[in-house]
């Protein structure tokens, strides 16, 4: 066979354009979601109890309390359901980055708020941490399935330093409710992906 065609042969395996199988990384990503998942309600009941009275009163709970520059994670059955995989993919992504930043601020807030509270710093630091490697799965299975990866971007915009310890408070809440929201949806979309892509 001529150098040429051997060449021709050889060029698509050694191609960096060639298709990445999705299913290690959506495993991947599936596993550390369950991960987290099974640590969610222990971040925000932990959050809960440093904050005081009516946080910590039994059976707190203000769905009202929103964050503009965080996404709920809710949304009908019917509209989830409509979804294509990118658009759950990329929502999840964006969502997922904010709430890396968030729940930075939030560290910052009760280092100053709760000095004293080593074990709620730790889990806040590390539900950080694996928001942000939830992040970087997705972006590995966006690659996999060909799909474009949303810049990097600032959500938190122009943060209110002088917020009184009561906003801070409830910025928290929020946040770590809502980390907990998003992971169960994590969940839910990974599932699927991993049944439509087998390993």
Wanted: charge should be neutral.
């Amino acid at each position: 066979m001529c150098p040429l065609c051997l060449l021709m042969l050889l060029l698509p395996l050694l191609s960096p354009a060639a298709p990445i199988s999705p299913a290690g990384p959506i495993s991947q990503a599936y596993s550390l979601a369950l991960y987290m998942q099974k640590n969610t309600s222990t971040l925000l009941q932990t959050y809960l109890q440093y904050q005081g009275s009516p946080f910590s009163d039994p059976g707190f709970s203000a769905p009202e309390l929103q964050l503009s520059s965080l996404p709920p994670a809710s949304v009908s059955f019917k509209i989830w359901h409509a979804l294509d995989d990118g658009e759950r993919l990329s929502r999840a992504q964006w969502a997922f980055l904010a709430l890396t930043q968030h729940l930075q601020l939030v560290g910052d807030d009760q280092s100053d708020l709760n000095p004293g509270s080593p074990i709620l710093l730790a889990q806040l630091g590390a539900a950080r941490l694996r928001a942000q490697g939830l992040l970087g799965n997705m972006a590995a299975i966006m690659t996999a399935l060909g799909l474009p990866i949303p810049p990097e971007e600032d959500t938190l915009g122009l943060v209110p330093f002088g917020a009184s310890a009561f906003e801070r408070k409830c910025r928290g809440y929020v946040v770590t409710r809502e980390y907990g929201h998003w992971t169960d949806r994590a969940v839910r979309d990974l599932a699927l992906l991993k049944a439509k892509y087998p390993a």
